[in-house]
Nanobody, 129 residues
Framework: QVQLVESGGGLVQAGGSLRLSCAASGRTFSSYRMAWFRQAPGKEREFVATVKWISGSTYVAYYTDSVKGRFTISRDNSKNMVYLQMNSLKAEDTAVYYC???????????????????WGQGTQVTVSS
């Protein structure tokens, strides 16, 4: 059984930075797609970023347009960890952020939440303007 545990959320001023972490356990980690989604109050859960391991230290990352150039997703397969570095935060980034794992992806970007069968409990990120 896969378990995902997020950490690193909090309250930050607009323009600030936060780093989210997600610890995975229970499966061979490296071959699965990892992603971050977020859900703001009253809104649908939306894709933020995903990272695909290619080989060695080579990864491919995909981002939703609103975070490109500000957020960076990364993973450390040796530690079963995935990270989301968030810079230049905006009030509209306020949401609960979820780590997710997909065994199979319907697209190369793997941005559909239905592709993900495992989810963490979420961590709150609040950006004050």
């Amino acid at each position: 059984q896969v378990q995902l545990v997020e950490s690193g959320g909090g309250l930050v001023q607009a323009g600030g930075s936060l780093r989210l972490s997600c610890a995975a356990s229970g499966r061979t980690f490296s071959s699965y797609r990892m992603a971050w989604f977020r859900q703001a109050p009253g809104k649908e859960r939306e894709f933020v970023a995903t990272v695909k391991w290619i080989s060695g230290s080579t990864y491919v990352a995909y981002y939703t347009d609103s975070v490109k150039g500000r957020f960076t997703i990364s993973r450390d397969n040796s530690k079963n960890m995935v990270y989301l570095q968030m810079n230049s935060l905006k009030a509209e980034d306020t949401a609960v952020y979820y780590c997710a794992l997909a065994q199979y992806c319907s697209t190369d970007e793997c941005g559909f939440k239905n592709d993900y069968g495992y989810w963490g409990q979420g961590t709150q990120v609040t950006v004050s303007s």
